[in-house]
Nanobody
Framework: QVQLVESGGGLVQAGGSLRLSCAAS????????MGWFRQAPGKQRELVAM???????DFADSVKGRFTISIDNAKNTVYLQMNSLKPEDTAVYYC?????????WGQGTQVTVSS
């Protein structure tokens, strides 16, 4: 079993920045990829950014150029640096951890961007 602990959400004005982190812990496991999804009210959960343990990165088009993602493989921790935030970035952000045979979700952290 894997536990994901998220931190860094909050309220910020448009144009501001936030940094989310997600640490994975539990029994021995090998992380293949970690990343973030988000879900706004009334909308489906969508990919924000994913990074593999080998460094391959995928971003949603809506956040390219504004968000960066990085991973500390030794700590099984993924970071999402969010800059130039917009009100449309407001959502619950969920950490996702992909192992060889399973995937896990964090509990979610609220990000609210005021205009």
């Amino acid at each position: 079993q894997v536990q994901l602990v998220e931190s860094g959400g909050g309220l910020v004005q448009a144009g501001g920045s936030l940094r989310l982190s997600c640490a994975a812990s539990g029994s021995a496991f090998s992380v293949r990829a970690m990343g973030w999804f988000r879900q706004a009210p009334g909308k489906q959960r969508e990919l924000v950014a994913m990074i593999t343990s080998g460094g391959r990165i995928d971003f949603a088009d809506s956040v390219k150029g504004r968000f960066t993602i990085s991973i500390d493989n030794a700590k099984n921790t993924v970071y999402l640096q969010m800059n130039s935030l917009k009100p449309e970035d407001t959502a619950v952000y969920y950490c996702n951890c992909v192992l060889l045979m399973a995937a896990y979700w964090g509990q979610g952290t609220q990000v609210t961007v005021s205009s």
